[in-house]
């Protein structure tokens, strides 16, 4: 299937690894000029060379705060100037600190809003007059299944995640009029860092090795196994490409079949 990415400019935040890396190098593999950014300025330069080696695409590595207004501001202008303007927007963060209720302060909270809930406003904010210019684009957000079904212990990612979730829905209504679609992805569980981080906190609170905690997991999931960033990527690239034109407003989970609502 030809996705008609080539030529696009992408804009992947999060992207120095998992699941945001995950979807620059589909990006770039499908011929999109991908305009990455990530907290930490080696491991974003890094993560620029190493996709452009993989797929001899061109890739631009930038430093970014998603909870910074002035630092999206600015990989927004590099990315234009770069690149001439931009099509394709994916929404990412890392997720906020995990824990329950009595674990938090209000500056835990303010601090899991400026990352997650006003990185997506501002993101978006900031790309809507090139798409415009544009006469369209695609703006997918990252989240997780926890937006469906809340996990205990990642309070503030529940709460923030469902935000953007509702966000991205709203601006599909609204957006739609002048050709910009709008999409959310859910991950479930994806062999990423953050996940083995989440995996190592558990087994450290019931006392287990690692891998016990991961087969408890793993015999949750349906299809049996944790999922890849490859898998990720592909559907992400899919939804912002040409080929899925007529899809916009949904909400796709990328869990194995773990969700168990229907909708």
């Known amino acids: 299937m030809e996705l008609g990415l080539r030529g696009k400019v992408a804009m992947v935040a999060a992207s120095s690894r998992g699941l945001g890396f995950g979807i620059a190098r589909e990006l770039s593999r499908e011929g999109a000029l991908v305009s990455i950014g990530s907290r930490t300025e080696s491991e974003i330069f890094d993560a620029a060379g190493a996709l452009a080696e993989e797929t001899g695409g061109e890739v631009l590595p930038n430093v970014l705060d998603a909870s910074d207004p002035d630092s999206i501001a600015q990989w927004v202008e590099n990315t234009v ?11 990412n963060a890392g997720g906020p600190p995990a824990g329950k209720f009595d674990d938090f302060a209000d500056t835990d909270w303010q601090a899991a809003f400026e990352l997650t809930l006003m990185g997506a406003v501002r993101m978006i904010r900031a790309v809507l007059p090139s798409m415009r210019e544009a006469g369209g684009g695609a703006i997918l957000a990252v989240t997780s299944i926890a937006v ?25 209504l609204q957006l739609a009029p002048e050709n910009i679609r709008v999409n959310n992805l859910m991950p479930g569980r994806i062999d990423t860092d953050r996940v083995l981080a989440l995996d ?29 960033t490859e898998e990720f990527g592909r559907l992400a690239a899919f939804l912002l490409s040409d080929a899925a034109s007529y899809i916009t407003g949904q909400t796709i989970g990328v869990d194995g079949g773990s969700i168990r609502t229907v909708w």
């Open 81 to 91: 100037q770069a690149f001439g303007g931009v099509d394709l927007l994916v929404v």
């Open 148 to 172: 469906k079904e809340p996990i205990d212990t990642l309070l503030l990612s529940n709460v923030m995640r469902s935000g953007v979730t509702s966000l991205a829905k709203s601006l599909s």
């Open 200 to 228: 190592q906190m558990a087994a450290d609170a019931r006392e287990v090795p690692l891998a016990e905690v991961r087969a408890a997991n793993e015999t949750g999931i349906p299809l049996g196994r944790y999922g890849t």
